[in-house]
């Protein structure tokens, strides 16, 4: 009887579970592999896209993990951040000197200007969101300002609803972004504005790196999230801190909106949703609270999104494996929380930050 009530049930669940995955991963693979449905030049276009795709992802997720580091919760408001800048910017800026010649004669000019305007609009929402909603609750149980992101998140939605209307906002073609590039070595060509993607991704990660680890303010935002109590102690503003840490992280998150503006020529009052949903996942997959983590994270879920349904999906036989891309994700969420729960690159939390 002590044998039974000793079993762990659960955790042969859970064994039996992982079990199941791998062996359908490896089967559906091995499928497609023998089948070999693609041209190595298709292979490799997956792999750009999911590069492109996960750089945004990288992007966003830096706000995640910047606000766990310092304050331990999660803001589900902040997909919504990725929104508010891309989609004012293009209502207020793009759609205009588009239509005045503008964007065209001096296109390098005018995105400068749009993703100055995105990050403006990103920062200036995710300020005014910390100081009114999440503030007031820094020491309230951590259920509270979860519900409180989740309530900010859908205000903004609608707010940009009513305000922008509901249709999807077409982004005007800029010329020099137009075409690809030829990769001869690879054998493929690569679309101008995907190159613009993962430069502009990596610049902004060492840009981002730099400004934590080698400024005053980054020391300052480091050590409110070592303890805010001995940070406050020797000196440190850590209402402003905090301010400055989510607008950091919605300023990459707007430079992120203009990305994705790019590469898929739309905008909506929703959009911001499901990429702030993957962005969590990538945050969670790379180590939620590190930002390398983050990068490797949202690299890592472009990726497997791009190429994962044509490789495990097609040799099992699922019909509309393309389709499958968001199964792939938050499969990849769930066996993360199972088999690593700190992320790949994150450290186990102390009790005190768990």
Known sequence: MTRSKDF?????FLWVFRAVIIILIVWGTYA???ENPYESRTWVDFIIFGLA??????LIAIGYTLVYGVLFMINFAHGEFFMAGILTTTVVVTTPLSESGFLNEHPILSLIIIAISSMA?????SILTERIAYRPLRK???LVPLITAIGASYFWQNYFRGLFGSGIKPIPQIEILSGSIPLDFLGTT????????????????IALNFFIMKTKIGTAIRAVAEDKDVANLMGINVDQTISITFATGAAMAGIAGVLYSLVFRQVHFFMG??????????????GIGSLPGAAIGGLLLGMFESVGPSLFFRGLGIPAFNQLKDVIAFTM???????????IVGEILAEKKA
Request: avoid cysteine; charged fraction near 10%; charge should be positive.
């Open 121 to 125: 609009v990103s920062i200036f929402i």
């Open 8 to 12: 762990d049930f659960v955790g042969l």
């Open 140 to 142: 309230a149980p951590r």
């Open 53 to 58: 795709q996960g750089s945004m992802y990288a």
């Open 273 to 286: 949703f499901i990429p702030g949903i993957k962005a969590f996942t990538a945050a969670v997959l790379g």
């Open 190 to 205: 690569m679309l101008k504005s995907h190159v613009l993607v993962i430069v502009t991704t990596v610049v902004m990660l």
């Open 333 to 343: 969420l769930v066996m993360v929380l199972i088999f690593r729960p700190q992320g």
């Open 32 to 34: 497609t592999i023998a």
